[in-house]
T-cell receptor, first 110, second 113 residues
Framework: GEKVEQHESTLSVREGDSAVINCTYTDTASSYFPWYKQEAGKGLHFVIDIRSNVDRKQSQRLIVLLDKKAKRFSLHITATQPEDSAIYFCAASKGNRIFFGDGTQLVVKP | NSKVIQTPRYLVKGQGQKAKMRCIPEKGHPVVFWYQQNKNNEFKFLINFQNQEVLQQIDMTEKRFSAECPSNSPCSLEIQSSEAGDSALYLC???????????FGKGTRLTVV
């Protein structure tokens, strides 16, 4: 089956800097890669996604890159703000199943 | 913003008791997922549905859980006999297909005492 690995368990940046979270996956059949944000004690909030037919997608301060050859994808948060602090989960979707990474705790220091 | 509604938000049960939680998927979303997130933030897939039919489920769900997604009623997930290890956040999600945006509810946090 699919295995998603999220490389950074914690990430600390200064407000205004960029944050990058990297993930890898194993199954070439995975075709959809969403990212979720979770604040303490709350549910998952969808932030951005990318499909395998493109290699880059941007939504305001969020950029997702996908390298299908390396089976790697990443989330770039530019101009970080304290409210970006949360746990971010990458995921890969294949055949009505979503496989999650273990999460990255992002801390944005003022 | 997700329109998946989960109730109750919090649930406390004794060991051996039944624990039932409900989920109203987004309108027009035929695919529904249930996941369990433990205190280490790890996700465990439990079951998914397309319309009212079960697509996939894990052994634990088949043996210890009862789940359904009837038409015109909320989906539900029920643990038949709660165990301490079932304490977790139970997340319901829905989508149009498995390869499109999947939106999650806020979850039901189950504590088994």
């Amino acid at each position: 089956g699919e295995k998603v690995e999220q490389h950074e368990s914690t990430l600390s940046v200064r407000e205004g800097d960029s944050a990058v979270i990297n993930c890898t996956y194993t199954d070439t059949a995975s075709s959809y890669f969403p990212w979720y944000k979770q604040e303490a004690g709350k549910g998952l909030h969808f932030v951005i996604d990318i499909r395998s037919n493109v290699d880059r997608k941007q939504s305001q301060r969020l950029i997702v890159l996908l390298d299908k050859k390396a089976k790697r994808f990443s989330l770039h948060i530019t101009a970080t703000q304290p409210e970006d602090s949360a746990i971010y989960f990458c995921a890969a979707s294949k055949g009505n199943r979503i496989f999650f990474g273990d999460g990255t705790q992002l801390v944005v220091k003022p | 913003n997700s329109k998946v509604i989960q109730t109750p938000r919090y649930l406390v049960k004794g060991q051996g008791q039944k624990a039932k939680m409900r989920c109203i998927p987004e309108k027009g979303h035929p695919v529904v997922f249930w996941y369990q997130q433990n205190k280490n933030n790890e996700f465990k897939f439990l079951i998914n549905f397309q319309n009212q039919e079960v697509l996939q489920q894990i052994d634990m769900t088949e043996k210890r859980f009862s789940a359904e997604c009837p038409s015109n009623s909320p989906c539900s997930l029920e643990i038949q006999s709660s165990e301490a290890g079932d304490s977790a956040l139970y997340l319901c999600a829905s989508s149009t297909t498995g390869d499109t945006e999947v939106f999650f509810g806020k979850g039901t946090r189950l504590t088994v005492v």
